[in-house]
């Protein structure tokens, strides 16, 4: 095929042409043997599927030079790019001036003078008249609108690269725009003319689904919101563009709907739904709100559940986020109409506001996690602005529930003992066992940092097998050391859940067995708390272990909801008088420390230590004082008729080995 940026084509190839295309009752002088001119013809055979085939094809193809001219084009890629189709044809001629195909190079005069052999004049030629400009694919295609395509596509049209594809947006004539996805490949043996091949595939419904698609991924399809998977792209944005500018800073607000299970769970969760849309709606009217007087939208999100958050970028101060949250708590106090039901709900928020530098987007939702549940905590319907000082206290706390389990199997625990010394004789009656943690990070912890967390978690009971094991041992050791002398007995705390998730009743006479401490020589202590109202299997516990001769005991007794009636039906041998009653008994003595004021006489809490001393001894308790701090207060519970004393004026909490020692001194043990 040729073309019109080749010039005229030479003598030998208009013959040959004019041979080709002859008619049938040719003159007879033409010699060519009939068995050539069918070769002549085969290859237009061959070529005419394949341009039928190229201009009827859906996909929009063009056939460019090595300039990038569009030289040949189907119907397809005319209708795309909205071209009239004069520029080019899929059989290689160009429209002239008539409307008709003209073949280009070879002018219907110039066929007629080589048919007679006259001598073709230049003078003679019609010329053809101009035809439009010619079309570029880079053009059409915008490929020179980045350096990177614009040199691929060149290589491509020069032979040095296989193929090039990529993604346009282009401009229909119609106004609207598309998406095209374009590929260009070399033509083998496309010779002079014919260097590649151009098709163009309109993939705007597929970007468009796509699109879609992408956006249900992303937004919550209750509430229409974004998702938890857009919201943290958007926070991971907000810490990138907040380090380059603006404030600096970001603030969150992270929402929670209190009692919202109770309402999915008695109106179904149709209404759930439509609830969550409303405070949707209500959240979203803040944030407009807000950013229509701070000049920045908060992006409202739904995380999941009933779980909302509202992202301020470039946040001025934790003032901003705080008169968000109050609008927000206003906003969802109201209440709902909704399918004739008036609900009424409150939220709990946490609030954190912060510098970008330095924060990720983890970081920022743990901390906004944390500070919601500190408001939960706290009493619901409120909203709490995080604080380090209390999030360090958390993830030290979090840290040592975490290490409980495997402290106990490594043997990082130790006890104390603190001596129970008789306020009548000042002779050691018993001990109570004391455990502590040797915390290979943070040293010696006392029982207030992990006991909660062991009974929180469950490991309370393996660390209550151990401490029990361990005091039993070593009280029967100190009555080996002195057979002759009355030992005293050894005094061990029980949490409730080691009444519920163990058999204490052979947990302790396997101990008893091992160790062969005769079974009075223990003493158990429960909190009043867990013994007052104990009715089902705690309750059986504690008979069976006092049948058994175990000595149990209330510890705090008086800081709880004590029944003085139900008090009589428990199997216990003693009350723990808590320290806050004894601490009232230092009336007239002089501070401690400079400073110190002295403590003041409370006549209420005297008399009522007098009539619980009085009553358990007629039930045949006895009757311990804890948090003894002076000779004073010991004098007083002695006059009461306390039997026993423990605290600092006695001892603090001491290792086995002081025990020891005070066993083995010539005198009575006395303190």
Not at 51 to 75: K, Q
Not at 126 to 142: H, I, Q, R, T, V
Not at 404 to 411: I, M, S
Not at 577 to 605: C, I, K, M, T
Request: net charge negative; hydrophobic share 40%.
């Amino acid at each position: 095929m040729s073309g019109t940026s080749e010039g005229p084509a030479s003598t030998a190839d208009q013959a040959r042409a004019t041979f080709t295309e002859s008619e049938p009752d040719r003159s007879p002088t033409a010699t060519p043997p009939a068995l050539p001119a069918a070769p002549a013809r085969r290859p237009d055979s061959r070529r005419v599927p394949h341009h039928a085939a190229f201009a009827a094809a859906p996909l929009a193809l063009a056939v460019v030079d090595r300039e990038g001219t569009v030289i040949d084009a189907n119907e397809a890629f005319h209708s795309l790019f909205g071209t009239d189709g004069s520029h080019s044809r899929a059989d290689g001629s160009r429209t002239g001036a008539e409307g008709s195909p003209t073949r280009t190079g070879t002018s219907p005069t110039r066929a007629d003078e080589s048919r007679t052999g006259a001598d073709p004049s230049p003078t003679g030629a019609e010329e053809p008249p101009p035809g439009p400009a010619p079309l570029l694919a880079a053009d059409l295609l915008d490929l020179a609108s980045d350096q990177e395509t614009w040199a691929a596509y060149r290589e491509v049209l020069r032979g040095t690269r296989p193929r090039l594809r990529c993604t346009r947006h282009l401009k229909h004539p119609d106004g609207n725009s598309l998406w095209a996805q374009v590929s260009v490949a070399p033509l083998s043996g496309g010779g002079e003319r014919g260097a590649a091949l151009v098709s163009v595939t309109d993939i705007s419904a597929r970007r468009d689904l796509q699109a879609r698609l992408r956006h249900l991924q992303r937004h919550d399809p209750v509430t229409l919101l974004p998702n938890r998977a857009l919201f943290f792209e958007r926070v991971t944005a907000a810490l990138e563009s907040g380090a380059r500018g603006g404030t600096g800073r970001i603030g969150l607000c992270y929402l929670d709907l209190d009692g919202f299970k109770a309402i999915n769970d008695t109106l179904g969760h149709r209404l759930g739904d439509q609830l969550l849309t409303a405070v949707a709606e209500r959240l979203t009217r803040c944030a407009d709100r807000t950013g229509s007087a701070r000049g920045g939208t908060p992006l409202v999100a739904r995380l999941g559940g009933d779980e909302f958050a509202l992202l301020v970028e470039d946040s001025t101060g934790t003032e901003q986020l705080a008169d968000l949250a109050r609008a927000v708590l206003a906003a969802v106090r109201e209440p709902f109409d909704l399918a004739g039901e008036r609900l009424a709900v409150s939220a709990s928020i946490g609030v954190v506001e912060r510098p970008v530098e330095g924060t990720t987007a983890t970081a920022l939702m743990q901390a906004a996690d944390t500070t919601l549940y500190w408001a939960k905590a706290d009493g619901r319907s409120r909203w709490t602005l995080f604080d380090p000082e209390r999030n360090a206290h958390r993830v030290t706390r979090q840290a040592l529930s975490s290490a409980l389990r495997p402290a106990v199997e490594r043997g990082e625990f130790v006890l104390e003992y603190q001596p129970l010394v008789g306020l009548g004789d000042g002779r050691l009656h018993g001990v109570e066992a004391l455990v502590r943690w040797q915390h290979p990070q943070y040293g010696l912890l006392p029982p207030n940092r992990f006991i909660s967390l062991a009974e929180e978690d469950g490991s309370i009971v393996p660390l209550g097998r151990w401490v029990l094991r361990t005091a039993c041992a070593q009280a029967r050791a100190w009555q080996l050391a002195h057979p002759e002398d009355q030992v005293p007995y050894v005094s061990v705390n029980v949490a409730v859940r080691q009444l519920w998730d163990s058999d204490l009743v052979a947990d302790v006479g396997e101990v008893l067995r091992e160790t062969g401490l005769p079974p009075g020589l223990l003493q158990l202590e429960l909190t009043e708390s867990a013994v007052m109202g104990s009715s089902g299997r705690p309750l059986e516990t504690l008979r069976e272990l006092k049948e058994r001769g175990v000595r149990i005991a209330i510890d705090d007794f008086g800081t709880g909801y004590s029944s003085l009636a139900y008090l009589s039906r428990l199997p216990v041998s003693a009350l723990k008088l808590d320290g806050s009653f004894v601490r009232a008994f230092r009336q007239g003595e002089s501070a401690a420390e400079p400073g110190e004021a002295a403590g003041a006489r409370s006549p209420a809490d005297e008399v009522i230590v007098e009539a619980v001393v009085q009553l358990a001894h007629r039930l045949g308790l006895t009757v311990t004082a804890e948090c003894v701090e002076t000779a004073g207060q010991a004098a007083r519970l002695r006059e009461i008729g306390c039997d026993t004393g423990q605290g600092w004026l006695y001892s603090r909490p001491v290792p086995p080995e002081h025990i020891t020692a005070l066993l083995n001194s010539p005198s009575p043990p006395r303190t």
